[in-house]
């Protein structure tokens, strides 16, 4: 017998006889009920609380405030997709600026190195937001990968304000992700961060040091 | 689980179960909480055929003589009377403990029926005599240390701290790490002697560093552990059980 | 530096040891009480109470439905790209994963966090086949360079101070001797991402496996988590079988519980959830996602009503943070992979009751580590649960039942018994013990070490409440 259908015997086979399952409250979960207001209010405590950094923009000129923070941050180099609307008006604002834009929807087989060594900061668009966490949730896509929000040492992302649902649980149910999980769905909150050395918090231990959040209203 | 009890209105009887460390070791504190619950007017019945809950040896696995020993007691129970215990961690063996160590025999309802009658001292005081304590005794600052049994067994981390709020002159102090285990925990102490030293070890200097001249206790075990470490250092703080300790400055 | 290796047997000379190191005491206690600090303040506005039944009830009803769970899980799995394999046990989940390496000419194994992996020894076993396996969690990473295994379950090198590890790295990798940890966390980082960047394969463990979506959950800070299943051409995926639930919406609640459980923290950096290799359209991520369910014992342990609700545990370590044994010993006194009460009622099985017979008395039944499991294990029950099956009053379905049964003790508890339920001779003997008392020795073994001797009093209870009847029945009369 194979070792699945040994275990799988086994389990049915229990000696002590079927279980019956305990049905779940969850209403501990939901009903937070917050406004607009209240909502962003608690995104933006919860994910500066993390070292999240973040910065108001409209969405008429979010573009102006994403340039002052490449220039902050003195960013040279910034991988960026195509096609999504976030990207493209990031590229027409850059555009023959001192930065460097880096096309990321490339096999990462063939800038690997490159990726690694020299990109100084990865923009991507989001899908939500977490009010409860202080959470990001970006499901990677062709356009922007998953290593672009992990790999460089900065991560910059935007966030439009109107769509910062209450909690976790809300964002699964609302966009019914358990019919549509991507192959790789990511909730973000902070930069990287470690405690191994004697509790002491330091960031950007293996992914991005710093986060910023560019939330458009 | 701290589960909610209600609790009845206040009996003409009860029943005491002395536990076997008192009748042995702190006699005084059975006669002082039998003289605390007479003071509320309650007879109190002492079933002389009482001798121990068990709980050594269902800590230390030995079930089948658990039982024996548990069975013994659940007739000296025959009327509805509450079961008053000083102590905590064997009011928790009788009360959690003895319905699931009966589960499947002839004695299950009977266990069933007495667990849901015991009480803890310092919980039947509280809650069901609402006592009113008048103290008579002099200014004297005192660290209480309720039992993990207590505490979390029997979900009553604050019952003792509310009798001694009643006492005027007494000054409840505050330990660090009150609800941390004094390391007593039956036959841990004599199978992990070194492990148990070190957690009595810093209750006794958490005790000190918070001022106390004096400690009390609801449980016995942790009282021997405590002051027998005080003793041992040979440090001035001395402890004793509650029950003592509210008759001595109330009468 | 000297390898100590730690066995449970040596568990009291391994306690000794620690109890006299001023260093280990300090680093513990100071975590601790830190970790218990955070947790507590952790859950806010939160209903605690409610949301641990409803972590109780998930991890139940996954273990209630586990077998057809299992397979929705595969076959959800197989469905998105991830390849399925069972392993029942250790060994064999080592030489599978072991084959898949040597299948891809893999040398060199990036991992992310697992206990699973530090469960069934996998460092070793690819070792020794020449495949290099390197940890990237850094505490994994320093407890690693450091020769040991994790002393905690979420913090592996909790029992390593900055100095040390400013030694530690100074000696195995060169960096500057300092204090800031910045420098070294960020010289640990320049050191990894070289290691990423070449490895063949990752392998990682798995909080939460979602039967309903064929979805891997990993909820970690430093990011080491999505390198290893994101860097490297080939993911693989260990776990436990007992790490699935049923739906998607089961994982929020869990996740709020894992965090604050385990270190105070309302969420995690990152929370990442894996449904399949790379797509074709897709420029990154592995092309290859194995899953490899790992037995180990659970499905024995699952075989007992009481005994099931070990598997219930999601890993969060609170048991040990709040554990006053713990706490003063830390976790290689323990010996074994788990640690601390969740270890104690864990390894017996995964090693038998022979090797692990001192852990589950290695607890003052205090109930602090249940008071805090997020999903309700009675671990102080289940403790004296093994007791028993340790000195052969229990069912005899762990490993190594009875082995504590000795006649001396089985002697004295009979003896007991035999007092206990003939009250007469009881009261003699309580009596007699007071007549006594000056006889009683005041040395009573260990416990006198550190204690004075407890005296019988002259009178026990018996006898003073006779005497008190008698003067109420006086005064009754007057």
């Known amino acids: 017998m194979s070792a699945r259908d040994s275990i799988l015997k086994r389990l049915r086979e229990r000696t002590d006889g079927p279980l019956t399952a305990p049905e779940s409250d969850y209403s501990v979960m939901g009903g937070r009920g917050w406004t607009p207001e209240q909502r962003l209010a608690h995104f933006e405590e919860k994910i500066t609380s993390v070292h999240g950094e973040v910065i108001h923009a409209d969405r008429s000129n979010w573009a102006d405030a994403l340039t002052q923070v490449l220039t902050d941050k003195g960013v040279k180099r910034l991988g960026v997709g195509r096609e999504h609307p976030v990207a493209r008006e990031a590229r027409e604002a850059l555009a023959g600026g001192a930065v460097e834009l880096i096309d990321v929807e490339r096999d990462i087989e063939t800038w690997q190195r490159e990726q690694f060594e020299t990109l100084e900061a990865g923009l991507t668009s989001t899908r939500g937001g977490i009010a409860e966490t202080g959470s990001l949730w970006l499901w ?37 992700w358990a019919n549509n999980m991507p192959t790789n769905a990511l909730l973000i909150s902070g930069p990287s961060k470690t405690a191994d050395i004697e509790q002491t918090l330091a960031y950007g231990v293996h992914g991005p040091r710093e986060l910023v959040i560019l939330v458009r209203h | 689980m701290t589960s909610l009890k209600l609790y009845p209105a206040k009996p003409d009887k009860v029943y005491f179960f002395g536990t076997c460390l008192i009748d042995m070791f702190y006699p005084e504190a059975g006669l002082d909480a039998i003289r605390l619950l007479e003071r509320e007017g309650i007879e109190v019945l002492f079933p002389d055929d009482q001798t121990c809950c068990g709980q050594p040896a269902y800590t230390s696995g030995y079930h089948d003589e658990t039982r024996a020993v548990a069975e013994a007691q659940l007739d000296l129970f025959p009327e509805p009377w509450p079961i008053i215990v000083p102590s905590g961690s064997c009011g928790g063996m009788m009360r959690t403990h003895y319905p699931p160590l009966f589960a499947g025999t002839s004695r299950e309802e009977q266990a069933r029926q007495v667990a849901e009658r015991i009480f803890e001292l310092t919980e039947f005081l509280v809650h069901v005599c609402h006592v009113r304590l008048a103290d008579k005794g002099d200014a004297q600052r005192v660290a209480m240390h309720t039992s993990c049994s207590a505490r979390r067994e029997m979900g009553l981390a604050d019952t003792g701290p509310a009798l001694l709020d009643q006492l005027e002159s007494v000054t409840l102090v505050e330990q660090a790490r009150a609800a941390e285990c004094c ?40 009282l021997m552990n405590i002051a027998g470490r005080f003793e041992h250092q040979k440090r001035p703080v001395r402890g004793e059980h509650i029950a003592s300790y509210l008759w001595r400055r109330t009468s | 530096m ?67 769970l299992l397979e929705q899980l595969e076959a959800n799995c197989q469905a998105n790209g991830i390849q399925v394999h069972w392993a029942q046990d250790g060994d064999e989940a080592c030489r599978l994963i072991r084959e898949l390496c040597e299948a891809r000419d893999a040398k060199r194994v990036i991992k992310g966090k697992s206990m699973v992996s530090e469960e069934m020894h996998l460092n070793a076993h690819l070792e020794e086949a020449g495949i290099e396996a390197l940890e990237s969690d850094l505490g994994e990473y320093l407890v690693q360079l450091n020769e040991q295994t994790p002393s905690h379950i979420i913090m592996p090198a909790i029992h390593l101070n900055t100095d040390e590890i400013s030694d530690l790295m100074h000696a195995k990798t060169g960096t500057d001797k300092t204090r800031d940890v910045d420098y070294l966390t960020a010289a640990a980082r320049q050191q990894l991402r070289e290691r990423f960047m070449n490895a063949d394969v990752g392998v990682s463990g798995v909080n939460f496996a979602v039967a309903e979506t064929g979805t891997l959950c990993l909820v970690e800070n430093e990011g080491n988590g999505r390198m290893t299943t994101t860097v490297p051409p080939v993911h693989i995926a260990v776990t436990g079988i007992e790490k699935v639930v049923e739906h998607l919406h089961d994982v929020p609640p869990l996740y709020a519980l894992l965090t604050r459980s385990a270190t105070g923290q309302h969420v995690t950096t990152y929370f990442n959830m894996i449904s399949g290799p790379r797509k074709p ?21 699952y075989q007992d009503d009481e005994l099931l609700d070990t598997l219930r545990c999601i890993r969060c370590g609170a048991c040990m943070n709040h554990c006053p044994v713990y706490t003063r010993v830390g976790g290689h006194t323990y010996g074994t992979t788990y640690p601390g009460p969740i270890g104690s009622i864990l390894m017996p099985h995964l090693q038998g009751l022979e090797a692990t017979q001192d852990l589950p008395s290695a607890s003052s039944l205090c109930g602090a580590c249940g008071e805090v499991c997020p999903v309700r294990i009675p671990i102080p029950d289940l403790l004296v649960r093994l007791r028993k099956e340790a000195v052969g009053e229990g069912r005899g379905n762990v490993e190594g039942a009875g082995v504590k049964r000795n006649r001396k003790e089985v002697l004295a508890w009979k003896g007991w018994q035999w007092l206990a339920t003939h009250p007469g001779a009881w009261r ?51």
């Open chain 1, 140 to 176: 990677p896509t062709p356009d922007e990968p998953r290593r672009l929000s992990l790999v460089p040492p900065l991560h910059i992302a935007v966030l439009d304000a109107d769509v910062i649902e209450d909690t976790l649980f809300d964002v699964i149910a609302s966009h019914d």
């Open chain 3, 281 to 301: 359209e897709e420029h990154d991520g592995p092309r290859e996602v194995h899953l490899v369910l790992v037995d180990n014992g659970r499905s024995s342990i």
């Open chain 3, 428 to 478: 003699a003997s309580t009596s007699v013990a007071g007549k006594f008392r000056a006889l009683t020795p005041s040395k009573l073994g260990p416990w006198t070490q550190y204690r004075t001797a407890p005296k019988p009093a002259s009178t026990p209870l018996h006898v003073l409440v006779k005497r008190h009847r008698q003067v109420n029945r006086q005064e009754g009369e007057s």
């Open chain 3, 2 to 68: 000297s390898v100590q290796t730690y066995t449970p047997q040596a568990f009291h000379r391994q306690a000794h040891d620690a109890l006299g190191n001023p260093q280990i005491r300090a680093n513990f206690r100071q975590a601790m009480d830190g970790l218990m600090t955070k947790r507590r303040d952790s859950f806010g506005d939160w209903d605690v109470e409610a949301l641990r039944d409803l972590g109780a009830s998930i991890r139940l009803r996954a273990l209630a439905k586990l077998p057809d």
């Open chain 2, 183 to 222: 390391g007593f925990g039956g036959t841990f102490a004599v199978r992990h002697p070194e492990v148990s030293a070190a957690m009595v070890e810093d209750k006794t200097q958490a005790i000190e560093a918070a001022g106390a001249e004096h400690f009390v206790t609801s449980d016995c075990g942790c």
